[in-house]
């Protein structure tokens, strides 16, 4: 496994911008996909966007498409979620993690696709 500590969040009002990292340590960084998932009170954990080992391939949540981006330092042993264009509704605990197995590009992330988590940063979105 993978050590991750996520750092970034915060209130902001609507319309604003944060960006969330997640520093790793632990194993090759490098070589395993990593995502961030999200979980809003009273709400089940879901998949937010994903970016593959090499950092070609990226996905996305249809709520966030177009306002947020995944990216990764692989010098840096980081993976960061510029977040654009916040909503209200997106407030919640945003958690990255780290693929289970190396060298893959996620397709259709799920939770089990994962074995590493952070501990999660909180962000609020005023209205």
């Known amino acids: 496994q993978v050590q991750l500590v996520e750092s970034g969040g915060g209130l902001v009002q609507a319309g604003g911008s944060l960006r969330l990292s997640c520093a790793a340590s632990?194993?090759?960084?490098?070589?395993?996909?990593m995502a961030w998932f999200r979980q809003a009170p009273g709400k089940e954990r879901e998949f937010v966007a994903a970016?593959?080992?090499?950092?070609?391939?990226?996905n996305y949540a249809e709520s966030v498409k177009g306002r947020f981006t995944i990216s990764r330092d692989n010098a840096k042993n980081t993976v960061y979620l510029q977040m654009n264009s916040l909503k209200p509704e997106d407030t919640a605990v945003y958690y990255c993690?780290?693929?289970?197995?190396?060298?893959?590009?996620?397709?259709?992330?799920?939770?089990?696709?994962?074995?590493?988590w952070g501990q999660g940063t909180q962000v609020t979105v005023s209205s």
């Open positions: 993690a780290a693929d289970r197995f190396p060298f893959r590009t996620p397709r259709t992330p799920q939770i089990p696709d994962f074995d590493s």
């Open positions: 632990g194993r090759t960084f490098r070589n395993y996909a």
């Open positions: 970016i593959s080992w090499g950092g070609v391939t990226t």
